[in-house]
């Protein structure tokens, strides 16, 4: 079967699959999703959406997180690691927020990713997550996921970026990205992947990568509360 039919049919299998693909990181706004997908590197999305409501409540703005004591703001987050880095991070991010952009988040890419903290996947987090505009997000899941289904064979983000997004409808980018996060976490892990309990074995070129059998798989799959705590 040619590359795009195959991609685009995988895709719609995983959105029947997971249907209510979703970004798991808690948020309302762009500025809150911004601080907290800088928050989520090397940790889970839970830990962080542990942390986030004290922090937002004391900090409900770029200008107030701008002007906050650093200490109090690293032990807010410091549960999330690395919390002197990110504490540095996100109120570098917010004082350029104040000092370029009025204290709004900027929903350009271009401009995203001159903010101190927020690289192309953080751009994209927010893009298409907070402002609708179509995203891929190659975190490590999406990575895996895109070289497994035989989508690319590159390991730099950027030309996975590009490979997969001249495959995938653009306007399934941000989705498909969920999809794809999902899936890793739930089904298709790094080490002993679910292949026997996966929904896209048909199409996928790496079955086999996992176990095959349907109850040695099933017992590999993860519940949407074990994959929350997963990064
Ligand atoms: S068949 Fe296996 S390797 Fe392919 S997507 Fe499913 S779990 Fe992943």
Known sequence: MALVRRARRINRI????????????????????????????QTTDKRVNLVTPALFAKYPTAADLAAANPEDVESIIQSTGFFRAKTKSI???????????????PGKLKDLVTLPGVGRKTANVVLGNAFGVPGITVDTHFQRLSRRFGWTTETDPVKIEHEVGALIEKREW??????????????????????????VAPLCPSFGEGPTDEKTASKLVRSAAEALDTQ
């Open 14 to 41: 995983l959105a029947e699959t997971y249907p209510d693909a979703h970004c798991e990181l808690d948020f309302t706004n762009a500025f809150q999703l911004l601080v907290a997908t800088i928050l989520s590197a």
């Open 174 to 199: 941000t989705d498909m990205s969920q999809r794809l996060i999902w899936h890793g976490r739930r089904r298709c892990h790094s080490r002993r992947p679910a292949c026997g309990a996966c929904p």
């Open 91 to 105: 109120m570098g991010m917010a004082q350029a927020l104040v000092e370029r952009y009025s204290g709004e988040v």
